[in-house]
C-alpha cells in the first residue's frame, strides 16, 4: 500500500451486450424475493409421469410479511434440463398469505454424454419474479446444495442410461 492520497476515478463502461444490466436484475429479483419470503427447496425425488420418469424439487414459498405485491412466475429450463410442468405460474407472496409449496419437475433437455460432461450452468435453474421496481422477466438462479445437484446430476445419468 502506498502512502499518497486516496483517489478515485471513474469511467464509463460500453456493455452492448447488456450482461451489466442483467447481472444487477438477477441480483434485485433475488433480493425482492428473498425479502418477500423464505425459500426452501427440498428434497429431490424421481416419480414415474407421462412414459418416463421425472425429478421434481418441492419448493417451498413462506411469506415474510416484509414485501407486498411480489410473486414467483415461473421456472426457466437449463442447457441440461426443460421442464416437465408448468413453466408459468402466479404464486403470490404478499403479507398474510399462506405458505406455499410448487414442485418444479425436470427432465433430461437432452441425453448427450458431451452436454453433460461440458456442463457449467445445467443447474441454473431460473427463477422468475414480478415485484416493485422489477423489469419485466426478471430472474435469479434457484439456491441449491450440492446434494440436490447431485441428485440432479445422477437423475440425468440414470435417465439418460450413462450409469
Known amino acids: 500500500m502506498g ?39 427440498g428434497t ?6 407421462d412414459g418416463g420418469p421425472v425429478l421434481s424439487l418441492p419448493i417451498t414459498l413462506a411469506p415474510t410479511g416484509d414485501v407486498a405485491g411480489v410473486r414467483l412466475t415461473g ?8 421442464q416437465a410442468g ?3 405460474l402466479d404464486v403470490r407472496l404478499d403479507p398474510g398469505d399462506p405458505p406455499t ?7 433430461p433437455a437432452r441425453c ?9 450452468v445445467g443447474t441454473l435453474f431460473g427463477v422468475e419474479v414480478s415485484g416493485p421496481g422489477l423489469p419485466e422477466n426478471a430472474s ?3 439456491p441449491l446444495t450440492r446434494a440436490q445437484r447431485a441428485a440432479l446430476f445422477g437423475f440425468f445419468r440414470d435417465r439418460c442410461g450413462m450409469t
Open 3 to 41: 502512502s499518497g492520497d486516496l483517489r478515485t476515478s471513474t469511467v464509463d463502461v460500453e456493455d452492448p451486450y447488456g450482461n451489466a444490466a442483467y447481472v444487477v436484475d438477477r441480483d434485485c429479483a433475488q433480493e425482492t424475493l428473498e425479502k418477500a419470503a423464505t425459500v426452501t427447496v
Open 44 to 49: 429431490p425425488t424421481v416419480a414415474a409421469r
Open 75 to 82: 421456472f426457466a429450463s437449463t442447457t441440461l434440463f426443460r
Open 86 to 88: 408448468p413453466t408459468r
Open 101 to 107: 409449496t410448487v414442485q418444479m419437475s425436470v427432465v
Open 112 to 120: 448427450d454424454p458431451h452436454a453433460l460432461a461440458e456442463d457449467k
Open 140 to 142: 435469479y438462479f434457484l
